[in-house]
């Protein structure tokens, strides 16, 4: 089956330090890739996606490619900030599979100021 | 707003009572999920639906039942809840083809 495997956290950086945060897959076929961000106490928020091989996904600051020959979609922002602070998942979907997904464990960022 | 409503979002329960935990979209869209969230564990799949009237079970389904009899509403619910169903629950939709789930807020339930 489907599994997403996520770089363990927690992870600790200083404001205006670079991220990276990795994500692995293993998936058949074509599936879609995505980063949720969740803030304390909040639901997941959709951060950016991509649906084919070499796309790039960017949102706030924050990109991604999907790399289909290393079935990576590592997530990566030049300068975090205090308010980027939160836990964030990566996560593949089938969308001829009733569109489930497949989510990893979620890295915790801390930033500090 | 649109988007996904939880309700409750905080409940204590006893073992062995029952409860539902309802979740309502105004998306229109078509497939709706019922994931549990626990520490170190991501988020696991315990129901979903791809339209009204269907249902279907998910990667832990075992002790939950779930109905959709109006396309807005997702209802999931415990018969009789054990400590081990103590979680942070999160209902979320998406459109047939679109580009990601929508999530609630989530529910956290505490089973003593």
């Known amino acids: 089956g489907d599994s997403v495997t996520q770089m363990e956290g927690p992870v600790t950086l200083s404001e205006e330090a670079c991220l990276t945060i990795?994500?692995?897959?293993?998936?058949?076929?074509?599936?879609?890739l995505f980063w949720y961000v969740q803030y304390p106490g909040e639901g997941l928020q959709l951060l950016l996606k991509a649906t084919k091989a070499d796309d790039k996904g960017s949102n706030k600051g924050f990109e991604a490619t999907y790399r289909k020959e290393t079935t990576s979609f590592h997530l990566e922002k030049g300068s975090v900030q205090v308010s980027d602070s939160a836990v964030y998942f990566c996560?593949?979907?089938?969308?001829?599979?009733?569109?489930?997904?497949?989510f990893g464990d979620g890295t915790t960022l801390t930033v500090k100021p | 707003n649109a988007g996904v409503t939880q309700t409750p979002k905080f409940r204590v329960l006893k073992t062995g009572q029952s409860m539902t935990l309802l979740c309502a979209q105004d998306?229109?869209?078509?497939?709706m999920y019922w994931y549990r969230q626990d520490p170190g564990m991501g988020l696991r799949l315990i129901h979903y639906s791809v339209g009204e009237g269907t249902t279907a079970k998910g990667e832990v389904p075992d002790g939950y039942n779930v109905s959709r009899l109006k396309k807005q509403n997702f209802l999931l619910g415990l018969e009789s809840a054990a400590p081990s169903q103590t979680s942070v629950y999160f209902c979320?939709?998406?459109?047939?083809?679109?580009?990601?789930?929508?999530f609630g807020s989530g529910t956290r339930l505490t089973v003593v």
């Open positions: 990795n994500c692995t897959y293993t998936a058949t076929g074509y599936p879609s």
């Open positions: 996560a593949l979907t089938h969308n001829t599979n009733a569109g489930k997904s497949t």
């Open positions: 998306m229109n869209h078509e497939y």
């Open positions: 979320a939709s998406k459109n047939t083809n679109g580009p990601g789930y929508t």
